[in-house]
């Protein structure tokens, strides 16, 4: 199936082939003519999947015809609400490449930066805006902008925005646009917070579940090294001494300990940098750039700055702290195997993590292999006695599994939900950890 196939237009076909999307993804396959018969949709779908396509072309194609009958209109008609300014970024970016041949104005707006220039653009007239929930009510509170003509409303990454804490501004601004409109909410997990806010803001959605956890997972190759808390470091230069780790992205829990890598990489003369919640929009987006043109090798991240990181050939995720909530696992390594290729995704576990490394393992239902080929590495034989025996346990359990059993246990570990007493819990860590 082609994009001609599923009645894309022509300019945005040619935009297409310029970025060389030779095919839809299973997303766009299901979405792109359930959105051009205006319908809502429910996606279960993380980035990576080309998920941003799939809502920005039919939006690209319906504004192109409203606006050709009524070209004097310039009024805000599409929004995309995103939790990061990263991904608020690219989701612009994309809008703007795929419609580059048709003529609709496309700005973004978050917060962070002075918002002067963001308001000059509003006011010269803009289509599709994209914008983080802070800085849009704020400008909505201040009358620069209004949403009475919104009739296409996108949520991207919806639990996200729940583990950032922004559910209230979304409500708020989710009643400032109008009932008749077409709407689009988009998470990668589906905990019942999310499934209530859906409830409220769709009507009638055609429910689209990618399922790329399965595919990605098993595309993506993934070791673990025991290690000592304080060994992480050497073991993350050991590693980084082999030349097949290209671009790296390394995942740290806090702030300070990304900053703290970065310096002690620099001492090596080891091209780094990090991203978090502490560092300027610009700080962060002359660091994304520079990694993305391959000048700096190692990208310290925390997981909600690294939200919406859309890197081409990202070689290897490292996760030198492993993630508190399962998921943020999946979306971890997710960011190697991008529009379905593979990558190489490693995670580092000291004594106190042993407990979060078996909770990944029982979502993603599948033994990651230990590696203990680094001065550094801890032999599994030398873990504490407890972890050990359900270690091995859960290694004789595995080998008994059929690769259909696998997948099996897979699918239903995807559709099990994270308690809303889980999300609270990681709700407030992130929140109180301001990352
Ligand atoms: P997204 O999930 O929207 O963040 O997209 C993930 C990556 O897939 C981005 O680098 C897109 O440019 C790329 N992509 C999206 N759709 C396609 C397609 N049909 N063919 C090839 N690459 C795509």
Avoid: W
């Amino acid at each position: 199936m082609t994009f001609k196939e599923l009645y894309v237009i022509d300019p945005i076909l040619k935009a297409l082939e310029a970025k060389e999307y030779s095919e839809p993804t299973p997303i766009q396959l299901e979405s792109i003519p359930v959105l051009l018969q205006g319908k809502d949709i429910l996606g279960s779908a993380q980035t990576g999947t080309g998920k941003t396509a799939a809502f920005a072309i039919p939006i690209l194609q319906n504004l192109h015809f409203e606006k050709v009958n009524d070209p004097s209109n310039r009024n805000i008609k599409a929004l995309v609400l995103a939790p990061t300014r990263e991904l608020a970024l690219q989701i612009h970016d994309n809008f703007k490449e795929y419609g580059r041949n048709i003529r609709l104005r496309t700005t973004v707006i978050y917060g962070g930066v002075p918002q002067s220039k963001q308001v000059r653009i509003l006011q010269n007239g803009v289509d599709i805006l994209v914008a983080t929930p802070g800085r849009l009510l704020d400008l909505i509170q201040q009358r620069k902008l209004t949403l009475a003509h919104v009739t296409y409303l996108v949520l991207d990454e919806a639990d996200r925005m729940l583990d950032m804490g922004f559910v209230k501004d979304v409500r708020k601004i989710v009643a400032m646009v109008k009932k008749e409109r077409q709407t689009m909410f988009f998470s990668a997990t589906m905990p019942q917070a999310i499934v209530t806010l859906s409830n409220e803001m769709l009507h009638k959605p055609v429910r689209i579940m990618v399922t790329p956890e399965e595919e990605m997972i098993d595309k993506i190759k993934q070791s673990i090294y025991y290690v000592g808390k304080k060994k992480k470091i050497d073991l993350l230069v050991d590693l980084l001494k082999k030349k097949d780790l290209k671009s790296v992205l390394v995942f740290s829990r806090t702030k300070h300990g990304a900053n703290k890598i970065v310096k002690l990489l620099d001492q090596l003369d080891i091209a780094s940098a990090a991203i978090h919640g502490n560092k300027s929009q610009s700080a962060r987006q002359k660091a994304l750039n520079s990694f993305k043109q391959k000048k700096t090798r190692v990208l310290v991240a925390t997981d909600i700055a690294a939200r919406g990181i859309d890197v081409d050939e990202l070689s290897h995720v490292i996760n030198y702290d492993l993630p508190e909530v399962p998921e943020t696992y999946i979306h971890r390594i997710g960011r190697t195997g991008r529009a379905g290729l593979g990558g190489v995704a490693i995670s580092f576990c000291s004594h106190d993590e042993i407990d979060l490394l078996k909770d990944i393992q029982k979502h993603i239902q599948m033994q990651i292999t230990v590696k203990t080929d680094s001065v550094y590495a801890i032999e599994p034989s030398a873990l504490p006695i407890e972890s050990k025996s359900k270690s091995n346990q859960r290694n004789s359990n595995q080998s008994n599994k059929s690769k259909n059993n696998k997948s099996y246990s897979r699918k239903r570990a995807r559709n099990k939900k994270v308690t809303p007493k889980n999300y609270s819990k990681y709700d407030n860590k992130n929140r109180s950890r301001n990352r």
